[in-house]
């Protein structure tokens, strides 16, 4: 299995902040790189896929970058509805694997 | 645009099989693999496998030898059959999409249903 691991596990920031989070996979993926938002009670939200292909409907202060092992992704300026927390996840093989998640938390 | 609803017991017996059906709506069901994913509280969530309208599957390795995902095609619904259960399977289910020939990223999912092993 390729193992995801994100850095850092949380993350305090204000609004307006610009934030970037760190995911690493055990082995290259190519691009086969996705992003999901998830907030308490409910399912995760794809916000980009393909490592840097912003998924219609979000916002475009999400961004991605990236291939191989090491991709980011960034919030340009923090908005309140942004506090989450979020994961990485790789298409490249199966099993489909995600991280360990990075708990976005307001300063 | 798809719409995905879980549904079935929230509660499943230590060693019994947890049974879960998820109804789509919107989209070709052709046009997409469905998946299973699982997230215990206060984790990640754990993938558990696939299945494409032609009935061909992929299952996590990890859950293999306790997993069945199928689909009814006339009723735009699939489904996940998992053995055994023990405490270690509580989780919060939820059924995804992957259009075909994409990426492979999940850009649907559903509310998920939180299914809790207790006796």
């Known amino acids: 299995d390729i193992q995801m691991t994100q850095s850092p596990s949380s993350l305090s920031a204000s609004v307006g902040d610009r934030v970037t989070i760190t995911c690493r996979a055990s082995?290259?993926?190519?691009?086969?790189l996705n992003w999901y938002q998830q907030k308490p009670g409910k399912a995760p939200k794809l916000l980009i896929y393909?490592?840097?292909t912003l998924q219609s409907g979000v916002p475009s202060r999400f961004s991605g970058s990236g291939s191989g092992t090491d991709f980011t992704l960034t919030i340009s300026s923090l908005q309140p509805e942004d506090f989450a927390t979020y994961y990485c996840?790789?298409?490249?093989?199966?099993?489909?694997?995600f991280g360990q998640g990075t708990k976005l938390e307001i300063k | 645009q798809v719409q995905l609803q879980e549904s079935g017991p929230g509660l499943v017996k230590p060693s019994e099989t947890l049974s879960l059906t998820c109804s789509v709506s919107g989209d070709s069901f052709s046009s997409y693999y469905w998946s299973w994913i699982r997230q215990p509280p206060g984790k990640g969530p754990e993938w558990i496998g696939n299945?494409?309208?032609?009935?061909?599957?992929n299952y996590n390795p990890s859950l293999k030898s306790r997993v069945f995902i199928s689909l009814d095609t006339s009723k735009n619904q699939f489904s996940l059959r998992l053995s055994s259960v023990t405490a270690a399977d509580t989780a919060v289910y939820y059924c995804?999409?992957?259009?075909?020939?994409?990426?492979?990223?999940?850009?649907?999912w559903g509310q998920g249903t939180l299914v809790t092993v207790s006796s």
């Open positions: 299945i494409y309208y032609t009935g061909s599957t």
């Open positions: 393909a490592a840097s």
């Open positions: 082995q290259s993926i190519n691009s086969y």
């Open positions: 995804a999409s992957t259009p075909s020939g994409s990426y492979g990223h999940f850009d649907y």
């Open positions: 996840q790789q298409s490249y093989s199966t099993p489909r694997t």
